[in-house]
Nanobody
Framework: QVQLVESGGGLVQAGGSLRLSCEAP????????AGWFRQAPGKAREFVAV???????YLRDSVKGRFAASRDNTKNTMYLQMNSLKPEDTAVYYC?????????????????WGSGTQVTVSS
């Protein structure tokens, strides 16, 4: 089992930026697809973005143009750069890795998870 560790969350005003990081201490995850999900209070966990070690990324429509997923394989770290944040982006953000099913937007398609980092965007 691989435990991922997110960092970089916090409180930011609308229009601001944050960069989330995701690491896997002691494990190499550069070969895995890496996803980002978020869960707001009372809502289901939803897909945000995914990146592959080729550099290809895919994002949900509501964050396209504002968020960017990337990875630094030399540091075994994945990133989610979030710009122009909106109050509706407020959620706990999770990173996930290792796709085991084909539907990359489903949480249960990923094998490894972090415990999440809170992002709060004030209006």
């Amino acid at each position: 089992q691989v435990q991922l560790v997110e960092s970089g969350g916090g409180l930011v005003q609308a229009g601001g930026s944050l960069r989330l990081s995701c690491e896997a201490p002691g494990r190499t995850i550069s070969s895995y697809a890496a996803g980002w999900f978020r869960q707001a209070p009372g809502k289901a966990r939803e897909f945000v973005a995914v990146s592959w070690n080729s550099g290809t990324t895919y994002l949900r429509d509501s964050v396209k143009g504002r968020f960017a997923a990337s990875r630094d394989n030399t540091k075994n770290t994945m990133y989610l750069q979030m710009n122009s944040l909106k109050p509706e982006d407020t959620a706990v953000y999770y990173c996930a890795a290792r796709l085991r099913k084909s539907d990359l937007e489903r949480p249960d398609s990923y094998e490894y998870w972090g415990s999440g980092t809170q992002v709060t965007v004030s209006s």
